[in-house]
């Protein structure tokens, strides 16, 4: 299926934007700022892309083991108390 002129032309901007931030970065340091523009970037490549109907990318979830016994004592040593219930 052929895209649309107008997705074709957002694609190109965003391409352009993107090369636009890396020049930027170059320039002007890897700020926070600048780290910023290129994740909006990535996220507007990857809104484009859904509205395209590009099929996302899929990421593997790893489980977290959490066990079920008790802290050690020495966990809550530098816990502060903040005053619930008594001692």
Do not use: C, N
């Not at 892309?49 to 990421?59: E, F, K, L, Q």
């Amino acid at each position: 299926m052929a895209e649309l002129p107008d997705l074709i032309a957002v694609r190109s901007a965003v391409v352009e934007l993107s090369r636009a931030v890396e020049r930027l970065s170059a320039s002007a340091g890897d700020t926070m700022e600048v780290r910023r523009l290129a994740v909006d970037v990535a996220r507007i490549a990857e809104d484009v892309g859904a509205v395209a109907g590009d099929a996302p990318t899929p990421t593997a979830v790893q489980p977290i083991h959490i066990p079920d016994g008790d802290y050690p004592p020495e966990f809550w040593a530098d816990a502060a108390d903040e005053g619930v219930g008594r001692h």
